[in-house]
């Protein structure tokens, strides 16, 4: 191995926490190789909405200043009753513009970010990205990791110093590693249905993040700028447990969806829609030897509050600071065992917790919970010491503060 190879990071997965890894390593001269089993970069309709603290991180790589025209700012969101109409509470990110350096949370699809970075800094001998590699065996070393990758050209090897996975939930790195992921399935599926009707010209007050609370079928409801610009709103729903993926697809069924949170005159134009099954998992440890974890690869959650991916990325900046000072500081690597107890300990204490109480929330099905929860909300977003709490706590900025104090 050359000198430069003992210090390389390869990195499983070139989503979203994959490539800023690779940045945030790749800014403190650590050459990174990325392998990414699809051909090419993904446009996939996942996750689109940057918290605030994720933000933050982003503009110390120089990222955020160039996405935010791309995006849609986002200052507000609401909690509304989708069986009265009634808004219930609204949050005002610029309430805490004295904390936060970006007050709001940027609408930004999860493609576009993996592509900027992709597109401005990767595939130079340091910052090597490849598509179309399929990593299909890891072994680990006293001294490096190794790892055989079925490309184009066949099966090859590769060594580096550590390997990270961030290759998602199915993970292949953290299955390699032998790592459990505790946790468990939700009988439903969610559908995302991706239309051009604009809701907020039908319905002024809407905020771009909404979401609405019903007993029957709850409901996100947010926009995003689309693949044209032009605007799309993305409506999340949980299916029937013994819905068939083909009748929650079918065109009648997701025109029914639509008409029934909203009807109107005509029919809807579809964008694109897909279903999913939703998880609730953890890894039981971030690290095991030369073998890290970060992003759905270390935990996965219901979208509810958009905290998968933005804690993803806090995963691949705290990991990438420790790494750096591992590789080219002489810190004892034992540091890689407080990133794992520190955002593993995010990943339990506050994603888990908050996105499974969010759930619980827009689908409670007693009258009289959904009132007092309702009241409780509403009196939090009237109480500016309230509404400010709660707002870190859903930007995770909490949840940062909390894990970065663990030694």
Known sequence: MTQKDK??????????????????????GIPVTVFEQEPGPVKDQRAASIHPTTLAMLDELDVTRAIVPRGLVSETYQYRDRVSGKLIAEFDLRRL?????????LQYEQYK???DIAEQYANESDFDVRYGHAVTHIEQHADYVEIAASGPDGIRRYRGAYLIGADGGRSTVR????????????QERFIKIATTFDFQRAHPDYAYRNYFSDPDEWCNLFKVR?????????AIFPTRVDETEEEALSEAGVEARL??????????????????????RVAQTFRRGRVLLAG????????????????????AVNLAGKLGAVLTRGA??????????????AAVAFVQAQTIANKKMLEEKDERSRQEKFEELARTADDPAGARQYMRRASLLESLETANAIT
């Open 7 to 28: 210090q390389r990071v390869l990195i499983v997965g070139a989503g979203p926490v994959g490539m800023v890894c690779a940045l945030a390593l790749n800014r403190q």
């Open 97 to 105: 513009a004295d904390v936060f350096k970006f007050p709001f949370v």
């Open 113 to 115: 970010l993996t592509h």
């Open 175 to 186: 299955k390699a590693a032998d790592i459990a992921f505790e946790g468990f399935t939700y």
């Open 226 to 234: 689309g693949e044209d610009g032009e605007g799309l709103w993305r």
């Open 259 to 280: 008409q029934k949170f909203f009807p109107k005159a005509g029919r809807y134009e579809v964008a694109y829609c897909n279903v999913y099954g939703v998880n609730q």
């Open 296 to 315: 759905d690869a270390a935990h996965v959650n219901n979208p509810i509050g958009g905290m998968g991916m933005n804690g993803g990325i806090h995963d």
């Open 332 to 345: 004892d690597d034992a540091l890689l065992d407080l990133y794992s107890r520190q955002r593993r300990h």
